[in-house]
């Protein structure tokens, strides 16, 4: 970038000492300019020319080459200064989105204790082996697949699996690497070598998508691959042409004169400054777009991926449902159990601690881990749990009704007597359906890919409108199902979850959602919100498929000037300070143009004046 804007200040430098009557500094000026300019891309185009590779940097070589030869150093210093400023914006945003796939291995622990026959042992967590027995404690991160072996615990697999609710697993139950333990320490033979395990194979499809996709030319040089060789060949034969006539120096100039008017300056500019204004516009509204090539691809989407895990739901278990028996109210159901999960550290507890915030914690607590908790309020015993525990009795049909809906079911007990249910469950984004509707009503299908359980996924995806749903995914089949849905058409995946990370980098594009979303998730996406609002997503499509229009038309301008100027030149009619004067006209047009890109979209404009809905809970 300081090359590039170097070369700025010397051209400008040189313009206006021309203008004060001093050519001689001005010619060394722009010749300082054009060498600054020039740096950033001919190095790169001589690399690609011996790998057999032409593109646009090539192009702009030889046409800088060829302006100075016929003495205008100045159009020369132009068209260097032009072309490297894109070409060093497009690189830097497009190395932006290949930074640091090392957040994924941060939820692996840098060391872990291992059982050896003589005590714990603490070893390097790339140290462990197969077969080696861990010792996981309260808040530890398990360092390699395994199997529990002694001990019960609630996991935390959100990073992994998606399940927002986190498991409770006891001997004989797998664990994967990076799961965070729960309050009790647990026994866990490894399954999977420290350096060869889930994790670590997920950092492996992120690097091999990020490897896939960077084999994509962009689009200026896909349209210049075979303009480049075309431009080249007509100038030698115009040049041999001077040769078999005898007039080899007019020939030669005419020549060099065709191979200025081939050269696809306006589109080689027109293209980074449609989307770099594209890309500005959008950041304003908190859509970070990190490549060029991923705004190209972001306007061809058809079909959108949706992790359910913090994407479409909050990742806040919340109680959305209360049943009774006779003679027990709601807020006395939901008293009693907000007393006896006052101070647990369970994941259902906040939920209903937040349904009942002034009640009174209760005595007496035992928590059984895995089945529910026990506790003295008042005159009663109250006793909480799953349905594995806690029998529902006569409100059996009510339970089943509440898990077909996705909910987690707490059955209450009072002095052994059964007195109600509550439902506990993820819910959607308020603003999720609204998204999904307005994706559907641009054409564009939507799919959803959790590894929550069938259900649950199920009954949340009729909430928010989509029909296409795929549970129990863990990472790798995330990429596979996004790799099926992007042969039928250009996909995007929208996630925030670590587990995401190689479905994200798999997709046509990859959209993290949120600054607070897993860095893994961040660093492997396309594109990247600053917030949660989900209308995001629908606005963001339509300004980039706005956008890829004017860009669109930038080239099919950029390729009508070459087609018109080309003959003239060819035979005469414009001599190189015409072909100039209409290639600096015609590039003032098409970057005015491009930066049309820049006016602030429709869509997000609207998103950003309407407050994100509330959520309908069912009450409490």
Same mark, same amino acid.
């Given at each position: 970038?300081v090359?590039s804007?170097?070369?700025?200040?010397?051209?400008?430098?040189?313009y206006?000492?021309?203008?004060?009557?001093?050519p001689v500094?001005?010619?060394?000026?722009q010749?300082?300019?054009l060498?600054a300019?020039?740096?950033?891309f001919?190095?790169?185009?001589?690399r690609?020319?011996?790998?057999?590779?032409l593109?646009?940097g090539?192009?702009?070589?030889?046409?800088?080459?060829?302006a100075?030869?016929?003495?205008h150093?100045?159009?020369?210093?132009?068209?260097a200064?032009?072309?490297?400023?894109?070409?060093?914006?497009?690189?830097?945003?497009?190395?932006?989105a290949?930074?640091?796939?090392r957040?994924l291995?941060?939820l692996?622990p840098?060391t872990v204790?291992v059982?050896?026959?003589?005590?714990?042992?603490?070893?390097?967590?790339?140290d462990?082996?197969?077969?080696?027995?861990?010792?996981?404690?309260?808040?530890?991160?398990?360092?390699?697949?395994?199997?529990?072996?002694?001990?019960r615990?609630?996991?935390d697999?959100s990073?992994?699996? /998606?399940?927002?609710?986190p498991?409770?697993?006891?001997?004989?139950?797998?664990?994967?690497a990076?799961?965070v333990?729960?309050?009790?320490?647990?026994?866990?033979?490894?399954t999977a070598?420290?350096r060869?395990n889930?994790?670590?194979?997920?950092?492996a499809?992120?690097e091999?998508?990020?490897?896939?996709?960077?084999?994509?030319?962009?689009?200026a040089?896909r349209?210049?691959?075979?303009?480049?060789?075309?431009?080249?060949v007509a100038?030698?034969?115009?040049?041999?042409?001077?040769?078999l006539?005898?007039d080899?120096?007019?020939?030669?100039?005419?020549?060099l &004169?065709?191979?200025?008017?081939?050269?696809?300056?306006?589109?080689?500019?027109?293209?980074?400054?449609t989307?770099i204004?594209a890309?500005g516009?959008?950041s304003?509204?908190?859509v970070v777009?990190?490549?060029?090539?991923?705004?190209?691809?972001l306007?061809?989407?058809r079909?959108v991926?949706?992790?359910?895990t913090?994407?479409?739901?909050?990742?806040?278990?919340?109680?959305v449902?209360?049943?009774?028996?006779?003679?027990?109210?709601?807020?006395?159901?939901?008293s009693?159990?907000g007393?006896?999960e006052a101070?647990s550290?369970?994941p259902?507890?906040a939920a209903l601690?937040?349904?009942?915030?002034g009640?009174?914690?209760?005595?007496?607590?035992?928590?059984?881990?895995g089945l529910?908790i026990?506790g003295?309020?008042?005159?009663?015993?109250?006793?909480i749990?799953?349905?594995?525990?806690?029998?529902?009795?006569h409100?059996?049909?009510a339970?089943?009704?509440?898990a077909?809906?996705g909910?987690?079911?707490?059955?209450?007990?009072?002095?052994?007597?059964?007195v109600?249910?509550?439902?506990?469950r993820?819910?959607?984004?308020p603003?999720?359906?609204?998204?999904v509707?307005?994706l559907?009503?641009?054409?564009?299908?939507?799919?959803?890919?959790t590894?929550?359980?069938?259900?649950t996924a199920?009954?949340l995806? %009729?909430d928010?409108g989509i029909?296409?749903?795929?549970?129990?995914?863990?990472p790798a089949?995330k990429?596979r199902?996004?790799a099926?849905l992007?042969? /039928?058409g250009?996909?995007?995946?929208?996630?925030?979850?670590i587990?995401d990370?190689?479905?994200l980098?798999?997709?046509?594009?990859?959209?993290?959602?949120?600054?607070k979303?897993?860095a893994?998730?961040?660093?492997?996406?396309?594109?990247t919100?600053?917030?949660?609002?989900?209308?995001?997503?629908?606005?963001?499509l339509?300004h980039?498929r %706005?956008?890829r229009?004017?860009m669109?038309?930038?080239?099919?301008?950029?390729?009508?000037?070459v087609?018109?100027l080309?003959?003239?030149?060819?035979?005469g009619?414009l001599?190189l300070?015409?072909?100039v004067l209409?290639?600096?006209?015609?590039?003032?047009? &098409?970057i005015l143009n491009?930066?049309?890109?820049?006016?602030r979209?429709?869509?997000?404009?609207?998103?950003?004046?309407?407050?994100?809905?509330?959520p309908q809970?069912?009450?409490?």
């Open positions: 970038m090359r804007l170097a070369s700025g200040v010397f051209l400008l430098s040189g206006g000492i021309t203008w004060a009557g001093l500094p001005a010619v060394v000026l010749g300082v300019a060498v300019g020039a740096s950033t001919v190095p790169g185009a001589i690609r020319l011996r790998r057999g590779r593109g646009v090539l192009l702009m070589t030889i046409a800088a080459i060829g100075v030869l016929l003495g150093v100045g159009e020369a210093a132009a068209l200064f032009l072309f490297s400023l894109a070409e060093e914006l497009e690189d830097r945003a497009m190395d932006r290949k930074e640091g796939l957040a291995l941060a692996i840098g204790r059982s050896r026959p003589d005590g714990d042992a603490t070893i390097p967590a790339p462990v082996r197969e077969r080696d027995v861990l010792v996981v404690g309260a808040g530890e991160r398990v360092a390699t697949d395994g199997l529990v072996i002694g001990g615990t609630n996991l697999t990073a992994i699996t /998606g399940e927002s609710i498991v409770h697993v006891g001997p004989g139950d797998h664990v994967a990076g799961s333990n729960g309050s009790a320490t647990v026994r866990i033979e490894a070598d420290g060869d889930s994790l670590t194979q997920i950092v499809l992120v091999q998508a990020h490897a896939q996709k960077g084999e994509r030319a962009r689009l040089d349209i210049a691959r075979p303009l480049v060789p075309a431009v080249l100038a030698a034969l115009v040049a041999l042409f001077g040769v006539v005898g080899p120096w007019t020939w030669a100039e005419r020549a &004169v065709v191979l200025v008017a081939a050269s696809p300056c306006a589109m080689a500019i027109a293209v980074p400054v989307v204004s890309i516009s959008a304003k509204f908190g777009i990190k490549s060029g090539e991923a705004f190209e691809r306007g061809t989407i079909t991926a949706l992790d359910k913090g994407t479409l739901t909050r990742n806040e278990p919340a109680v449902d209360v049943k009774t028996v006779p003679g027990v109210s709601r807020d006395e159901l939901l009693w159990a007393a006896v101070t550290t369970h259902m507890a601690i937040a349904a009942a915030p009640a009174e914690p209760a005595t007496e607590v035992v928590e059984e881990a529910g026990t003295r309020v008042g005159e009663h015993q109250i006793r749990g799953n349905t594995r525990w806690l029998a529902p009795g409100l059996r049909p339970a089943e009704e509440m077909a809906q909910m987690t079911v707490v059955v209450v007990e009072s002095d052994g007597q059964l109600g249910l509550i439902g506990v993820d819910e959607l984004r603003e999720s359906a609204e998204a509707h307005l559907h009503a641009q054409g564009i299908d939507t799919t959803m890919l590894g929550d359980n069938t259900r199920q009954a995806a %009729r928010a029909t296409d749903v795929r549970a129990e995914h863990l089949d990429a199902a996004v099926s992007v042969e /039928g250009p996909t995007a995946m929208v996630g925030d979850g587990n990370a190689p479905a980098a798999t997709a046509t594009v990859g959209i993290a959602m949120g600054l979303g897993s893994a998730a961040i660093e492997s996406a396309d594109v919100f600053t917030g949660h609002d989900l209308r995001l997503l629908p606005g963001t339509a980039a %706005r956008r229009r004017i669109t038309t930038n080239i099919g301008l950029a390729l009508a000037i087609i018109v080309f003959p003239l030149a060819l035979f009619v001599g300070a015409g072909v209409v290639h600096e006209v015609a590039e003032v047009v &098409v491009g930066l049309r890109a820049a006016r979209p429709t869509a997000l404009r609207h998103l950003a004046a309407t407050p994100a809905p509330q809970l069912t009450p409490v």
